[in-house]
């Protein structure tokens, strides 16, 4: 099995004209990226044309990444900027997503029972449903911290803030959730709430 090739080396590779090399770039990131551009749009065609100019934009600037930091974090943190940028063109908050939110890992249970995975696709679509009434600042730094599980320090990176700013979007994102719970009045959704409260 081939040994995959350190991330700063590819990009180094890119800058002296190597376009495979920025291929290999796009391989190993493209899930990723997709992945983030269709939480934030809900769309899978739209989705995929962002992921595909976010890349298109990483390589155009790639002489200005800073070899320092992680490739991945600067890649999605173009994609997340250029996600909100169409938001905000079509003024618009947020687009409900086709699908739901993964569950959230913690609530995930061992049972594989027909009942079990309606409550998770239930909880997933409540959840998702709260999501979408947030505006796309706070909804931005809930998905990545509590679905992506990146840290306050990476968010902060990718969002071009402090984390300061970040646990206080979160703790505001997590009070305005608090009284959409109030409001639904779901204890599934109450216990997810609980425990973003409890990793905050």
Request: with cysteine.
């Amino acid at each position: 099995m081939q040994e995959q090739q350190p991330e700063k080396e590819l990009v180094e590779q890119t800058l002296s004209g190597d376009t495979d090399a920025f291929t290999e770039l796009v391989r190993l990131y493209e899930k990723p990226v997709y992945n983030l551009a269709y939480r934030m749009l809900g769309n899978s065609v739209e989705a995929e044309d962002a992921a595909q100019e976010a890349f298109i934009k990483a390589y155009s600037n790639l002489q200005r990444y800073d070899l320092s930091r992680s490739f991945k974090t600067w890649i999605l943190s173009i994609t997340s900027n250029h996600c909100i940028d169409r938001l905000r063109k079509r003024r618009l908050t947020w687009l409900s997503l086709d699908e739901p939110l993964p569950a959230h890992p913690a609530l995930v249970s061992s049972d594989t029972s027909p009942e079990a995975a309606t409550l998770a696709k239930e909880l997933s679509t409540q959840v998702q449903d709260l999501l979408s009434n947030l505006n796309d600042d706070y909804r931005l730094v809930v998905v990545l911290r509590y679905w992506y599980e990146l840290s306050y320090s990476e968010i902060a990176d990718m969002t071009e803030t402090t984390e300061s700013a970040v646990k206080s979007r979160l703790f505001r994102a997590r009070q305005a959730l608090a009284k959409l719970v109030d409001l639904e009045n779901s204890p599934l959704i109450a216990e997810m709430a609980t425990l973003m409260e409890n990793n905050a």
